[in-house]
């Protein structure tokens, strides 16, 4: 669920109850975003919460470069699957490199 600092916060409290009994009923992972300036705390119940820092230069171009690798990577794989013997040894390496 995004942005649920953007939810009215008269309805807040509701939408925490809704969501908590949601989980009650049907026990699943969720991940709900908000941003600071309008998180008010705990909307799950026993949830985990994170918070997700800007990337400097550096980081934004390492994770660049390891997203681009990785789908060179998978497009391999996806074209190799037409060739089983191959795909197999090749997706091998591939992921032992990983």
Same mark, same amino acid.
Request: proline share 7%.
């Given at each position: 669920m995004d942005a649920l $600092?953007? @939810?009215?916060?008269d309805d807040r409290i509701s939408l925490t109850k809704k969501i908590n009994r949601f989980l009650s009923n049907y026990p699943c992972q969720v991940i709900c975003?908000?941003? &600071? @300036?309008?998180?008010a705390g705990n909307? &799950? $119940?026993?949830?985990?919460?994170?918070? &997700? @820092?800007?990337? $400097?230069v550096e980081k934004t171009a390492d994770y660049i470069k390891t997203w681009f690798n990785h789908a060179a990577d998978q497009r391999l794989v996806a074209t190799l699957s037409i060739y089983?013997?191959?795909?197999? @040894?090749?997706?091998?390496? !591939?992921?032992?490199? !990983?």
């Open positions: $600092d953007e @939810v009215p916060k975003t908000s941003r &600071i @300036v309008g998180y909307f &799950i $119940d026993g949830g985990k919460e994170v918070e &997700i @820092v800007p990337f $400097d089983s013997p191959q795909q197999k @040894v090749v997706s091998a390496h !591939l992921f032992h490199c !990983l």
